[in-house]
């Protein structure tokens, strides 16, 4: 008779449980934002960025949302490393929501510094995410088909979100009425979330799901001893 439980242990529900939470919230964000702004004026419209949307009716959406990321990955808990960098994310997911983005306004000695704090928290949170996609998610050892499948998945992510934020900032050479007719620093940004989700749900196993026996780490099935053991 096999020892090996079906499903994984409570711990492991958890952490997975978190991963889903994480990718799920980053998936939706760029989609419910713009489409509950249009429901909410009548328009069909994006702002700048994703960012914006802290200025405009979806305001509490847009702050919950990072919120509860944040809460996400400060709760997160697997190994030290990546304890460590999901907290700092947590953190820094938090300093983006209840920090606002600059406004098209013009800055005034306290709103300037803000929008500042803002970017950089932005930028640095996108940077761990991405070391979490090409260096913390992939998975070495014996390859298996499904192991190679997921670890392309989230080199691809992160090199999504590195690129994107790149073109994003690359973005800023056009001119206005070229940034205000495609938006280009909201797709960005938008890939950017997209990428970062996506790479979570795979690490939740929304997709591509292992078996117990099969995950490693923190995550593996428990054992029951032996029967020599109990005697």
């Known amino acids: 008779m096999d020892p090996t439980p079906d499903s994984p242990s409570p711990d492991a529900r958890t952490l997975l449980r978190l991963r889903l939470g994480v990718g799920g919230l980053g998936i939706a964000l760029p989609i419910v934002l713009p ?21 405009s009716d ?13 809460v996400f990955l400060v709760n997160y808990r697997y190994r030290r490393l990546d304890d460590v960098l999901s907290t700092m ?5 938090v300093v983006v929501a209840l920090v606002p983005t600059s ?22 949170l996108f940077a761990i995410l991405a070391l979490f996609c090409l260096w913390r998610f992939p998975i070495n050892g014996a390859p298996t088909a499904g192991t190679r499948v997921r670890n392309a998945l989230y080199r691809i992510c992160g090199l999504a979100i590195l690129t994107a934020i790149a073109l994003a900032v ?7 009425p070229t940034r205000e007719a495609l938006q280009p620093f909201f797709w960005c ?3 950017a979330v997209f990428a970062f989700g996506v790479a979570w749900l795979v690490k939740g196993e929304a997709m591509f799901h292992r078996p117990p026996a099969a995950r490693p780490g ?9 029967a020599t053991a109990t005697l």
């Open 103 to 124: 406004t098209d306004a013009p800055p005034t000695d306290r709103a300037f510094p803000l929008g500042r704090v803002h970017g950089i928290a932005a930028g640095l």
């Open 218 to 226: 923190p995550l593996a099935a428990p054992t029951e001893p032996s």
């Open 35 to 55: 489409a509950g702004h249009a429901l909410a004026t009548g328009r069909i419209e994006l702002l700048s960025s994703i960012s914006s949307y802290y200025h």
């Open 89 to 93: 994310a947590g953190v820094l997911a």
């Open 170 to 176: 690359a973005s800023n050479a056009l001119s206005e």
């Open 189 to 191: 940004e938008a890939v």
């Open 58 to 70: 979806m305001r509490d959406v847009f702050v919950g949302s990072l919120c509860a990321i944040g």
